[in-house]
């Protein structure tokens, strides 16, 4: 497998300072290294820089960075249309607005291959927010209701060529939802499991059920990893913690059941915040856990010492 990695230091989305680094922490911690170890052909593209991006003043004062984010969103959907044509591009984030271009793209050359894309939503919140909703103002609250063609973005973000169905985007790890996105999401098709479907049917069962479908329609599948769908206790490098995350063990057999599923063809890591890691642990397990996803096995995981 070709891997493309593609650096978007974008932390203009987020509250916490430091996403920008992201990219640098996880080519540090091995990422290339380790999946050339599994014998995939690793290429680094380096870090993309926003497009200009002119739009008007949203009626909404609260949002922040709206033009530099728009330019973000931009160059990241030509990239990946670009860069999903031969491969599986990794998208080093960088907070989690730069899914809004990432899905985009992928979405665009989905269709031309007249394929459904699916999207797995790795994520403690559902970022289902439109820019008229949001009162944080921070925009990697919206990348999900940009990408599925909800209303509000038209002249603010590029035009949205392709629209994800909300009926083909499943959330796993939900456990912070605003009730304005509540709100939003119950006249939708989305599927959303929260912490609390985890605890009662482990993470194996949805997921299974999610993967059949994707499988069922040919799909191409999009994995969006946010570094807060683990527990703190083992990734405390990002600016929105949640209790109650997964554990090692749940998200290492989310990859492997991905890797088996051969259904993957892009991937984001977004909200890796090096300024809040301890010792690169963080950083460490986001290449663990792309290793799972790409073909590594439980019995050939290193020992680890922090």
Known sequence: MLCKLIGVPLQDGAAQLGCEMGPSALRTAGLAGALRELGHEVVDFGNLSPQTADVPVHPNPALKNLPVISGWVSEIAETAYRESRDGLPIFLGGDHALSAGSVAGVARRAAEQERPLFVLWLDAHTDF??????????????????????????????TLTHPVDP????????????????????????????MRVIDEQGIAAPLRVFLDRVAAAKGCL??????????????????TTVPGGATFREAHLVMEMLHESGLVTSLDLVELNPFLDERGRTATLLVDLTASLMGRKVMDRPTRRY
């Open 129 to 158: 927010h439109s820019l008229q909703s949001t009162t944080s103002g921070n925009l990697h609250g919206v990348p999900v209701a940009y990408f599925t063609g909800q209303p509000g973005f038209d002249g603010y973000f590029p």
């Open 167 to 194: 009926a083909d985007v499943c959330m796993v790890g939900i456990r912070s939802v605003d009730p304005a996105e509540r709100s939003a999401i119950s006249g939708t098709a989305l599927t959303v499991h929260d």
């Open 222 to 239: 999009h994995v969006s990893l946010d570094v807060d769908f683990l527990d703190p206790s083992i990734g405390p490098a990002v600016g």
